[in-house]
T-cell receptor, first 116, second 118 residues
Framework: ETGVTQSPTHLIKTRGQQVTLRCSSQSGHNTVSWYQQALGQGPQFIFQYYREEENGRGNFPPRFSGLQFPNYSSELNVNALELDDSALYLCASSNPRGVPMNTEAFFGQGTRLTVV | AQKVTQAQTEISVVEKEDVTLDCVYE???????LFWYKQPPSGELVFLIR??????QNEISGRYSWNFQKSTSSFNFTITASQVVDSAVYFCALSGGPPNFGNEKLTFGTGTRLTIIP
């Protein structure tokens, strides 16, 4: 196990609703990244947070937003859900500025979101 | 723009056979990192290896080996004497720039589903 935990594991929402997904990063990791993985596809980068600030964003609309807390845990919020938002959402934590340098991103098991 | 291509969508081999998973990448960065991840049915991505663009040495870890060839922009992954537990989806990924700058956005390929037949 990587020490990265995500909740909930599964979620069903109705189109137009809002959803919040949560991620607890591995101990000592200050950077959290979120990825969306549609069925049969590779993960797509949504955004990254470092020390509570957004530090890079992929090609996702503004209705995808996030937060990082002082304990480095993170939330992903999606407003106005669409059917295409159905996917596995993966959180990854890392400590790229750590000593010794630890650049690997460790992933959680993901939250499977179904929008109906 | 960065791109990772895994042309093999699905591969099936009989247990104990060797299998190679192909990965071709595109990037304009002079410094970059390449990764392989394994995704079992549970969904969690399991880190296997990271290589930086300045180190073209091949690497072996037990039954796993990786062949990085900058000239052909390829980073192939070979499993020797495959086992049923190797069945999973394998992803090749690329990050641009030194990861220690906190900008290690990963660009993934579409994955190769590997099935090991007992």
């Amino acid at each position: 196990e990587t020490g990265v935990t995500q909740s909930p594991t599964h979620l069903i929402k109705t189109r137009g609703q809002q959803v919040t997904l949560r991620c607890s990063s591995q101990s000592g990791h200050n950077t959290v990244s979120w990825y969306q993985q549609a069925l049969g596809q590779g993960p797509q980068f949504i955004f990254q947070y470092y020390r509570e600030e957004e530090n890079g964003r992929g090609n996702f609309p503004p209705r995808f937003s996030g937060l990082q807390f002082p304990n480095y845990s993170s939330e992903l919020n999606v407003n106005a859900l669409e059917l295409d938002d159905s996917a596995l959402y993966l959180c990854a934590s890392s400590n790229p500025r750590g000593v010794p340098m630890n650049t690997e991103a460790f992933f959680g098991q993901g939250t499977r979101l179904t929008v109906v | 723009a960065q791109k990772v291509t895994q042309a093999q969508t699905e591969i099936s081999v009989v247990e104990k056979e060797d299998v190679t998973l192909d990965c071709v990448y595109e990037t304009r960065d002079t410094t970059y990192y390449l990764f392989w991840y394994k995704q079992p049915p549970s969904g969690e991505l399991v880190f296997l290896i990271r290589r930086n663009s300045f180190d073209e040495q091949n690497e072996i870890s037990g039954r796993y080996s990786w062949n990085f060839q900058k000239s052909t922009s390829s980073f192939n992954f070979t499993i020797t004497a495959s086992q049923v537990v190797d069945s999973a989806v394998y992803f090749c990924a690329l990050s641009g720039g030194p990861p220690n700058f906190g900008n290690e956005k990963l660009t993934f390929g579409t994955g190769t589903r590997l099935t090991i037949i007992p």
